[in-house]
């Protein structure tokens, strides 16, 4: 049985992520507040999915390189295939960390030079940006038997400038 405990976190923080994203319109000071609340959700939501794109690769690699259904050479090409949709699944989660740090870099910048509109905004859109690369994340996941939760629907409108 698998530890339902980083999913679980992963599920609240998504739901945390919800709630943080429709406050960003804010301005000034709150608005920062609100970007820093969801870059530390985000944060929370990223090392739950690392977490579980971990345990699952290498329960499924190890499972299918001792599978004592198949022979050795069969067992070994298993494993490597498994292995090969896991470096998809872990490039995918390269792509949205890096997209997240670009994030947390600029909200750094905006507490630096203090918050411009023009920051504000792109801290928006970069909020905006991560929502699709979570979904590729989560749907490379699902590909390869991982459950990394999906945002909610709703947040499409996000990507959309809704």
């Not at 919800?18 to 709150?30: H, T, Y």
């Not at 608005?31 to 939501?45: F, I, M, N, S």
């Not at 940006?129 to 979904?135: D, F, H, M, Q, R």
């Amino acid at each position: 049985m698998r530890d339902p405990r980083p999913q679980t976190l992963a599920i609240l923080s998504v739901g945390l992520v919800v709630a943080v994203l429709s406050a960003l319109s804010g301005c000034g000071a709150s608005a920062l507040q609100v970007h820093a609340q969801t870059a530390l959700v985000l944060r929370g939501v990223n090392d739950a999915t690392v977490t579980a794109l971990e345990t699952g690769c290498q329960h499924r690699a190890v499972a299918a390189a001792t599978n004592p259904d198949v022979d050795h050479a069969q067992a070994s090409a298993d494993a490597h295939a498994v292995l090969a949709h896991c470096q998809v699944a872990a490039d995918a989660q390269h792509a949205f960390a890096s997209a997240l740090d670009a994030y947390v870099d600029q909200l750094i910048i905006a507490v630096d030079e203090g918050d411009t509109a023009s920051i504000l905004d792109r801290l928006t859109e970069l909020a905006r940006s991560l929502i699709p690369l979570y979904a590729d994340l989560a749907r490379v996941g699902g590909d390869i038997g991982v459950d990394v939760p999906e945002l909610p629907p709703f947040l499409s409108g996000l990507t959309n400038g809704h």
